[in-house]
């Protein structure tokens, strides 16, 4: 069993920057990849970003790539989304989700666990 918790979410204008935390526990963190997902209001859940189990790869939607990074510190078991030039189409409720596989992956079926989740509301 793991527990993910997410923080970091806010309000902000277009143009903007948030930086999203996610600390993991109860499983061994560093043996899996992690990933990002968000949901927006009456939306599905989609692909953000996501980092394999070292971290040496990381992968990310067409949508966010050139403007979000995904990183993570394994000593620290947390895994971190910095968004920058934030758009009104980023809002939503975004979701840390720890992998079954060490290679990171767009597919939602591919995480075994999930956090609660943290809002991010971009004003345009």
């Known amino acids: 069993q793991v527990q993910l918790v997410e923080s970091g979410g806010g309000l902000v204008q277009a143009g903007g920057s948030l930086r999203l935390s996610c600390a993991a526990s109860g499983r061994t963190f560093t043996n899996y990849a992690m990933g990002w997902f968000r949901q927006a209001p009456g939306k599905e859940r989609q692909f953000v970003a996501a980092?394999?189990?070292?971290?040496?790869?990381?992968v990310y939607a067409d949508s966010v790539k050139g403007r979000f990074a995904i990183s993570r510190d394994n000593a620290a078991n947390t895994v971190a989304l910095q968004m920058n030039s934030l758009k009104s189409e980023d809002t939503g409720l975004y979701f840390c989700a720890c992998s079954k596989i060490r290679a990171g992956t767009p597919t939602a079926s591919d995480y075994a666990y999930w956090g609660q989740g943290t809002q991010v509301t971009v004003s345009s």
């Open positions: 980092i394999s189990w070292r971290g040496a790869t990381t």
